[in-house]
């Protein structure tokens, strides 16, 4: 099955700084990409999202790399806030059945500090 | 988009009894749900895959007959911790699969 790695497990930093989140995965069959934030007992909330035929994707402060050779994708958030301050959860998909069944990694607390 | 529903969002229960926690998927069909337990600022754990009509498939390590899950419609996914002890009380999320994976509210289980 797949098997996702996701590094660091806390990451501290200051208000404005940048904050990258990394992770890696075992299957090369998977080729969907979501990330989730979430905070202090709150659902999950998917916040971007990669396909495998992309290398690259951004909305606003927040963007997405996918390197399918090396089988990992990272997670970037430019000038950073107060209130990026969550837990992140990036996972793997494998599109089954039109659908796409995640496993996740272990999740990034993020501290931003203003 | 599609919505999932969870309920209840809190509850608190004294050790012995079974508490039922809902997951309904509210504007589509849901064949596959899934149930994940979380401790404070750790991830989320998959407990098992729940499948309509069919018996749920347990991660290892889950127990099946304290943890039971029904998924008797396409809407409609049903948790229950029985005989909770104090151990069971953490925060646990469902969540339903459409083309993409949408999260319920989450529970908060308390067992005193």
């Known amino acids: 099955g797949e098997n996702v790695e996701q590094h660091p497990s806390t990451l501290s930093v200051q208000e404005g700084d940048s904050a990258v989140i990394k992770c890696t995965y075992s299957d090369s069959a998977s080729n969907y990409f979501p990330w989730y934030k979430q905070e202090l007992g709150k659902r999950p909330q998917l916040i971007i999202d990669i396909r495998s035929n992309v290398g690259e994707k951004k909305d606003q402060r927040i963007a997405v790399t996918l390197n399918k050779t090396a089988k990992h994708f990272s997670l970037h958030i430019t000038e950073t806030q107060p209130e990026d301050s969550a837990v992140y959860f990036c996972?793997?998909?494998?599109?089954?059945?039109?659908?796409?069944?995640?496993?996740f990694g272990r999740g990034t607390s993020l501290i931003v500090h203003p | 988009g599609a919505v999932v529903s969870q309920h209840p969002s809190w509850v608190i229960c004294k050790s012995g009894t079974s508490v039922k926690i809902e997951c309904r998927s509210l504007d589509f069909q849901a064949t596959t749900m899934f149930w994940y337990r979380q401790f404070p600022k750790q991830s989320l754990m998959l407990m098992a895959t729940?499948?309509?009509?069919?018996?749920?498939?347990?991660e290892q390590g889950v127990e099946k007959d304290k943890f039971l899950i029904n998924h008797a419609s396409l809407t409609l996914s049903t948790l229950t911790v029985t005989s909770a002890h104090p151990e069971d009380s953490s925060f646990y999320i469902c969540s339903a699969l459409d083309r993409w994976t949408v999260f319920g509210n989450g529970t908060r289980l308390t067992v005193t």
């Open positions: 996972a793997a998909s494998t599109g089954v059945g039109g659908s796409y069944i995640p496993t």
């Open positions: 729940s499948n309509e009509g069919s018996k749920a498939t347990y």
